[in-house]
C-alpha cells in the first residue's frame, strides 16, 4: 500500500522515488520564473544582468535564488509546511530550491557555499509552532550540497510581530537589532535560507551582520520570492 510520502504532493499520483515529492508533469506545470535581476530577485529586463535597483543600491547580498514565485501551487505547500503542521513537505520543497540552484550554479554564476544558515524563529515562537521551516528547508540543502549546516549560528533576540501584517517600511523598523550571530564567518561563502522572500527586510538585517563579519559572499536562497 502505498503512503503519502510515495505519493505527488500535488495531485497524489505515485511516484517513483519518494524523495522527489512532486512528480514530473507537476513540475513542468509550476509557474513559470519571469526575467529577474540575479541579485535582488525582482523583475528586469534581462535575467542575467543586474537591474538599476541594484546598480543604484546594491542590497546587502550577492545573489537571490528562488525556486518559483509566490504563487498557487507552491505557495499553498509553503503555506501547509508552515501553518499545518506538515514538516514532511520540507524535503520536496528543499529539492525545488535545489534544482534553481543548480541550474543558476551551472551558469557559474554562483560560487558553492560553504555554510548554510536559517533564518531563525524567536524561541516563544518556535515551541509555539515546533519547529523552524527554514531549518527544515536548509538541512537538507546543506547535505546536498556538502557544505556546513549551522542552526544555531544566528539568533532572534526578541518577539516581532508577524511581518504579513506590516507595511514595508513599518517591516524595517521592526527587525532592528532582532538578529545576532554568534558564529565566526569570515571569509566564508555564506548561504541564508528562507521559505518566502517578501520585501526582504528579515533577510536584509541579516545579512547586514553577516557582512560586518566579513563573509566572502553572500547569496540569498527562499522557495517562494513576491514579485
Known amino acids: 500500500m502505498l503512503t503519502i510520502a510515495s505519493r505527488c504532493w500535488l495531485c497524489q499520483c505515485p511516484l517513483h522515488l519518494a524523495v522527489q515529492g512532486i512528480c514530473s508533469l507537476c513540475m513542468k506545470n509550476l509557474p513559470a520564473i519571469p526575467p529577474c535581476c540575479p541579485r535582488c530577485g525582482l523583475p528586469c529586463a534581462a535575467a542575467h544582468l543586474e537591474c538599476g535597483r541594484c546598480l543604484q543600491k546594491p542590497p546587502p547580498w550577492d545573489a537571490m535564488i528562488f525556486a518559483c514565485p509566490y504563487e498557487m501551487p507552491v505557495s499553498g505547500l509553503v503555506l501547509r509546511l508552515k501553518f499545518s503542521k506538515q514538516p514532511e513537505l520540507d524535503t520536496a520543497l528543499a529539492r525545488l530550491l535545489l534544482l534553481r540552484w543548480q541550474a543558476r550554479w551551472r551558469e557559474r554564476s554562483l560560487p558553492r557555499p560553504d555554510v548554510i544558515l536559517s533564518v531563525p524563529l524567536h524561541q516563544k515562537r518556535y515551541f509555539s509552532r515546533g519547529y523552524n521551516q527554514s531549518e527544515?528547508?536548509?538541512?537538507?540543502?546543506?547535505?546536498?550540497?556538502?557544505?556546513?549546516?549551522?542552526?544555531?549560528?544566528?539568533?532572534?533576540?526578541?518577539?516581532?510581530?508577524?511581518?504579513?501584517?506590516?507595511?514595508?517600511?513599518?517591516?524595517?523598523?521592526?527587525?532592528?537589532?532582532?538578529?545576532?550571530?554568534?558564529?565566526?564567518?569570515?571569509?566564508?561563502?555564506?548561504?541564508?535560507?528562507?521559505?518566502?522572500?517578501?520585501?526582504?527586510?528579515?533577510?536584509?538585517?541579516?545579512?547586514k551582520i553577516l557582512r560586518k563579519q566579513g563573509v566572502a559572499s553572500l547569496q540569498i536562497g527562499c522557495i517562494c520570492r513576491t514579485l
Open 136 to 207: 527544515l528547508l536548509a538541512r537538507p540543502l546543506a547535505r546536498w550540497l556538502h557544505c556546513d549546516f549551522l542552526p544555531y549560528a544566528l539568533r532572534r533576540n526578541r518577539r516581532t510581530p508577524p511581518q504579513q501584517s506590516l507595511t514595508e517600511r513599518e517591516r524595517k523598523w521592526n527587525l532592528r537589532k532582532a538578529f545576532t550571530c554568534h558564529e565566526n564567518l569570515y571569509n566564508k561563502h555564506v548561504m541564508l535560507v528562507d521559505d518566502v522572500v517578501t520585501t526582504g527586510s528579515t533577510v536584509r538585517e541579516i545579512s
